[in-house]
């Protein structure tokens, strides 16, 4: 466990889902929290920094690529963290089928060039990979636990066991408090909105604000251990404070269709799922990852982490913020549209 007294926590990925809840555990911790973020031309600032927009002022963030080692060495070596998040790689299981060769460099060498950065140049610190459920793939037993073999249905699931394994050598190897968290699915109103989850609330809310007719999924069938990502962060954490590294699962221990997200979340609004969305081949995938259920007994008796967000709530949450947010998005389209000047003067 850090000593002191404001310990220094890096987070890879601070921009993203699990960044921002991760950051906002952190600092109210009191840790002093630094992020990496890439330095994009093409987005602009106010997007991609949206999730981290209220904290803004209390983060330090440093321009690095997971492509350079020299930057992340560079950066690791100036604030030398006590703690290592490592949350950011090509993320989106789809995309990993359409580009295999950069989501294999950016997520296996991303995750090889930190760890070597770290031991070279902060070996105290302590590291968290963030692995992943698609680990399992074609998963061998059900439920899913640390010592399920893996069995990859993607280059997003193969990159990921490589990262987990190089995370463990550098811990049997080289002595680094290293840990790996199997998460399983864990959404928010904060997940991409390329995800299922969010695509169906964020449907959800568009569809009741009259600006989408109907939605377009993939797979209905596929099943996910679905929870919520603001209880994940925590368990990251609590990995990072253990006498010893090791390996954890995270997950909910129930699983849900794609097709009982989807009447779940129209049903909130006071929908009926079945007049809206229909099963596109488009969106189908080469190689299904048809059920995943984790066991978290491990994560429970060790961690003493416990989930609060069941899966109702946390499909009403995502709708809840995406009713609000497509209501928002329509008055400020209906204000920005009417004219700020009358048209006609009034007949004196
Ligand atoms: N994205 C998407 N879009 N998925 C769809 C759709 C659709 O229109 N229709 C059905 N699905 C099915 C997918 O085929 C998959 O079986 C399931 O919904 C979930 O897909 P995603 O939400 O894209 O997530 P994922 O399970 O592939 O991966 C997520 O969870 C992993 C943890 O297990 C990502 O967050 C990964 O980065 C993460 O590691």
Known sequence: MPTRKNPVALITGITGQDGSYL??????????????????????????LLRIAHLLPRLQLH?????????????????RPDECYHLAAQSFVSYSFEDEFST????INGTHYLLSAIKNAAPDCRFYFAGSSEMFGKARQVPQTELTPF????????????????????????????CAGILFNHESPRRGLEFVTRKISAAVGRICAG??????????????????????????????????????????????????????????????????????????????????????????????????????????????????????????????S????PLYKKAS
């Not at 990859?152 to 408090?177: C, H, M, Q, W």
């Not at 190689?287 to 961690?303: P, S, T």
């Open 151 to 178: 069995h990859p249905r993607s280059a997003y699931g193969i990159s990921k066991v490589a990262g987990y394994d190089l995370t463990r050598n550098y811990r049997e190897a080289y002595g680094l408090f290293a």
């Open 63 to 79: 321009a690095a690529s997971l492509e350079s080692y020299p930057s992340l060495f560079r950066v690791v070596s100036e604030i």
């Open 211 to 336: 600006r989408q007719k109907n939605l377009h999924l993939g797979n209905l069938e596929a099943r996910r251990d679905w929870g919520h990502a603001r209880d994940y962060v925590q368990a990251m954490w609590m990995m990072l404070q253990q006498t010893q590294p090791d390996d954890f699962v995270v997950a909910t221990g129930a699983t849900h269709s794609v097709r009982e997200f989807a009447e779940l979340a129209f049903a909130a609004a006071g929908l009926d799922y079945r007049d809206y969305v229909s099963s596109d081949p488009e969106f189908y995938r080469p190689a299904e990852v048809d059920l995943l259920l984790g066991d978290a007994g491990k994560a429970h008796r060790v961690l003493g982490w416990r989930m609060e967000c069941s899966f109702d709530q946390l499909v009403r949450e995502m709708v809840e913020h995406d009713l609000q947010q497509a209501r928002a998005q329509s008055r400020f389209e209906a204000a920005d």
């Open 104 to 107: 294999l460099n950016t997520n």
């Open 338 to 341: 009417a004219p700020s000047i």
């Open 23 to 48: 950051a906002e555990w952190l600092l109210a911790k009191g840790y002093a929290v630094h992020g990496i973020v890439r330095r994009v031309a093409m987005e602009s600032p106010e997007v991609r």
